[in-house]
């Protein structure tokens, strides 16, 4: 068969578009709403069947179906335009309503590498490595996140518990500490913006203080600075009104008197928090006095919990590893 670009050469411009419409010896035009060949491999992995990942002692991270099609939905937008930053991260974020966190690491790889000063890809993969277990990754992404976005809080927050849960209670204490200082800070309210928390929301905003006023309580309790534990306890109204973040706060109201600790280990039915959340409050309080046969077993019943995205089922993942000797040295 002669070649196409001989024919061109010579033949009639008309004919040569003829046969370029033909296709000879090219291959077909790409559908634009064909998806790229890397996320339709994305799209064939089974979440019921492979692993997200492995836990710190081996046992395999399983996702859910998305029963709902947000994962489809967003998927057939990115398609559209598959190196749009915000496209990408949205793809990425909704895999986290079904615990497909591996795929959504891939998706924030790629908007980094299309948009590597943008501090959203690195914030989610920061937080998605932390829900695998891979403790560096996170602190590594959320390291970066923080250069890119030094006001924001759910950076600071992210990258505070990442260093919590790797064993680094101190850093995890002066990070939290960072972020709460900035609450009446200019710059800080300056950077608020849609879509974007400052840490000026801890003054402006009781959820969001209450959830990080409750893990700088944990982190500052195990690095022994009680003092500033208690000051931070003495500055929190008693009376807040919390809807959401129902847990830490209750938590709180521990640490400051006011509820038992056998209270919160047995919630009802209308308890509005997970014993994994509320209940590693009281592990880590143990821990840090020194009690830790108690703890142990505390932090024993909340691995039974089959929610192993939450923060405290991680926690308590990360505290028996080391525990037991496979995290220490």
Known sequence: MVRFALLSATLPLALAVVLAGCGVDEPPAESPDRAPDWLAELQRHDPLTEPQGFS????????????????????????????????????????????????????????IEVAPDDWRPWRF????HLSLRNFDGAISDLERARELAPMNWDVAYHLALAYFVAGDHEAAANEYLRCLALADDEDARAAEAPGFRSCSANADDEESLVAM??????????????EEAQALLDEIPDDLEITTNIAYWENLRLHKGLVEEEVLL???EDAGYRL???????????????????????LDRLMEDEWWPGFGRIAAEAELWRIRGEGGS
């Open 266 to 268: 047995d919630p009802g």
């Open 125 to 128: 993969r920061g937080h998605r």
């Open 276 to 298: 994994e959340t509320v209940g590693f409050g009281v592990a880590n309080r143990w821990l840090a006095q020194g009690d830790t046969a108690r703890a142990v077993e505390l």
């Open 56 to 111: 710190l002692f081996g046992d395999p991270l399983m996702a859910q179906v998305d029963e709902e099609g947000r994962i489809a939905a967003a998927d057939e937008a990115l398609a559209a335009d598959p190196s749009d930053p915000d496209l990408l991260i949205a793809a990425g974020r909704e895999r986290r309503h079904s615990w497909q966190y591996a795929p959504a690491i891939e998706l924030y790889t790629r908007a």
């Open 213 to 226: 006023a409750e893990w700088t309580v944990r982190a500052l309790m195990r690095t022994g600075r009680d």
